[in-house]
């Protein structure tokens, strides 16, 4: 059984560019949540997917985009970067339309120069 | 708004005593409770969790008080070890399912 992956691990951008983040979720999981923790801050939810279809959105604008797949990985696409979007994001998955069981990825730390 | 929060930032404990990391919560419609251990460079990992029914759950050297009452949440970690050194959260869910994370708590094992 395989854990959440997530790629790339490392990312640099320019302002105002775009960027995608993929995540793989755990064997078995249909259900993912994206979050974005800032430097010394705890992880904020921007959106979960569940069966492929938007199941919750965190206080995010909406250049901050996502998608998920019929095998359940995920992307989150995030337009006209800003240097506040400087941040681990973090990919968990679950099963079904739940926060049970809550597997979380290593993370993609983007920063935004 | 819907927070939660932590009294402390950092915590030194001397290797072998029993650390207590407390959590602060504001949201009275949350049922479900987390605690989560993040090393540096890795997504947080589950510790232990506890439903708004139950007021004590107990892990391997790990237990999750709640107190509905003064809306509080503590772990308590037995004999402490220096692998137990890492950043600890504090998370709540309500119905929205969405899962909301504290700022955290550094654990720092003293030797």
């Known amino acids: 059984e395989t854990g959440v992956t997530q790629s790339p691990t490392h990312l640099i951008k320019t302002r105002g560019q775009q960027v995608t983040l993929r995540c793989s979720s755990q064997?078995?999981?249909?259900?993912v949540s994206w979050y974005q923790q800032a430097l010394g801050q705890g992880p904020q939810f921007i959106f979960q997917?569940?069966?492929?279809?938007?199941?919750g959105r965190g206080n995010f604008p909406p250049r901050f985009s996502g998608l998920q797949f019929p095998n359940y990985s995920s992307e989150l696409n995030v337009n006209a970067l800003e240097l506040d979007d400087s941040a681990l994001y973090l990919c968990?998955?679950?099963?079904?339309?739940?926060?049970?069981?809550?597997?979380f990825g290593s993370g993609t730390r983007l920063t935004v120069v | 708004g819907e927070s939660v929060g932590l009294h402390l930032p950092t915590l030194s404990v001397q290797e072998g005593d029993n650390s207590i990391i407390n959590c602060a919560y504001s949201?009275?419609?949350?049922?479900?409770f987390i605690w989560y251990k993040q090393e540096s460079g890795k997504g947080p990992q589950f510790i232990i969790d506890?439903?708004?029914?139950?007021d004590k759950r107990q892990g391997q050297r790990v237990t999750v008080l709640l107190n509905k009452t003064v809306k509080h949440l503590s772990l308590q970690i037995a004999a402490t070890q220096p692998g137990d050194s890492a950043v600890y959260f504090c998370?709540?869910?309500?119905?929205?399912?969405?899962?909301?994370f504290g700022k955290g708590t550094r654990l720092h094992i003293l030797p």
């Open positions: 997917y569940y069966r492929e279809e938007e199941n």
């Open positions: 998370a709540e869910s309500d119905r929205d399912d969405k899962i909301i």
């Open positions: 949201n009275s419609a949350s049922d479900y």
């Open positions: 506890i439903r708004s029914n139950m």
């Open positions: 968990a998955s679950s099963t079904g339309r739940s926060n049970y069981g809550y597997t």
């Open positions: 064997s078995g999981h249909n259900t």
